[in-house]
């Protein structure tokens, strides 16, 4: 087996967190009296981070301190919201049960800001992923490698055996910029043109589909390969 390592992005790979995410940011710009936003604003907007995701949802123009007291409104309201619609795509579990049973370590890494990762795997993984990063001060977050090499270290793995799985193009170049090869997910926040744009090594529809990679390092037109 070539793969032995795993490390997953969160929001739009593992978790659907569209509507918390949705609905905690609307919260906060209903606060200041500002439009709110579709579940497809949001979904455009995810994948930097959630200062990021607040700035773009605010009305342009908005000024650095406006933004900064509607995030804080945004993380108050999500710490008691991010579990009410949330759930694991179909076929997450079984697939990280699998996995787990196999021996692969794994890991996440996210862009979302540490309290909120580190909550949401305990919460609906358990013990099945023993590495989680999200943002936090003192590492660059992604596109940077910085996370996902932490958790390589974390993990005790290179990235030589390590794939680096991800919904949005910005995940693709994360893994790049990381010297790792990279599968893009389609059921997330972004399409695969996107995802083939932005370097993919592998494209998958399905859990399933990234056993098969992981199973055979040549599964080259059956594992969905964009090369």
């Given at each position: 087996m070539k793969y032995n390592t795993v490390i997953f992005d969160l929001d739009g790979t593992l978790l659907n967190t569209l509507e918390d995410l949705?609905?905690?940011?609307?919260?906060?710009?209903?606060s200041f009296g500002y439009p709110t936003r579709t579940?497809?604003?949001?979904?455009?907007?995810?994948?930097?981070?959630?200062?990021?995701?607040?700035?773009?949802?605010?009305?342009?123009?908005?000024?650095e301190d406006t933004i900064l007291k509607c995030l804080q409104v945004f993380k108050d309201h999500y710490k008691t919201n991010m579990r009410n619609k949330t759930a694991p795509y179909?076929?997450?579990?079984?697939?990280?049960?699998?996995?787990?049973?196999?021996?692969?370590?794994?890991?996440?890494?996210?862009n979302k800001y540490d309290f909120g990762v580190k909550n949401l795997n305990k919460y609906y993984f358990k013990d099945l992923i023993p590495v989680a990063i999200g943002e936090r001060e003192g590492i660059r977050k992604k596109p940077a490698p910085d996370t996902v090499l932490t958790a390589m270290k974390e993990l005790g793995s290179q990235r030589e055996t390590s794939l680096y799985v991800g919904d949005s193009g910005s995940d693709m170049i994360t893994a790049q910029n990381a010297g790792m090869k990279s599968i893009g997910v389609t059921w997330g926040f972004r399409d695969a043109d996107s995802l083939r744009e932005s370097g993919?090594?592998?494209?998958?529809?399905?859990?399933?589909?990234?056993?098969?990679?992981?199973?055979?390092?040549?599964?080259?037109?059956?594992?969905?390969?964009?090369?």
């Amino acid at each position: 087996m070539k793969y032995n390592t795993v490390i997953f992005d969160l929001d739009g790979t593992l978790l659907n967190t569209l509507e918390d995410l949705g609905d905690s940011v609307n919260f906060a710009l209903k606060s200041f009296g500002y439009p709110t936003r579709t579940y497809e604003e949001i979904r455009s907007f995810v994948g930097n981070g959630v200062k990021d995701l607040v700035t773009k949802a605010v009305p342009n123009g908005t000024d650095e301190d406006t933004i900064l007291k509607c995030l804080q409104v945004f993380k108050d309201h999500y710490k008691t919201n991010m579990r009410n619609k949330t759930a694991p795509y179909n076929g997450i579990m079984n697939l990280l049960e699998e996995l787990n049973s196999r021996g692969i370590k794994l890991g996440i890494v996210s862009n979302k800001y540490d309290f909120g990762v580190k909550n949401l795997n305990k919460y609906y993984f358990k013990d099945l992923i023993p590495v989680a990063i999200g943002e936090r001060e003192g590492i660059r977050k992604k596109p940077a490698p910085d996370t996902v090499l932490t958790a390589m270290k974390e993990l005790g793995s290179q990235r030589e055996t390590s794939l680096y799985v991800g919904d949005s193009g910005s995940d693709m170049i994360t893994a790049q910029n990381a010297g790792m090869k990279s599968i893009g997910v389609t059921w997330g926040f972004r399409d695969a043109d996107s995802l083939r744009e932005s370097g993919a090594d592998f494209l998958v529809d399905s859990p399933e589909q990234l056993l098969n990679i992981i199973e055979n390092e040549n599964c080259i037109k059956s594992c969905g390969s964009v090369n």
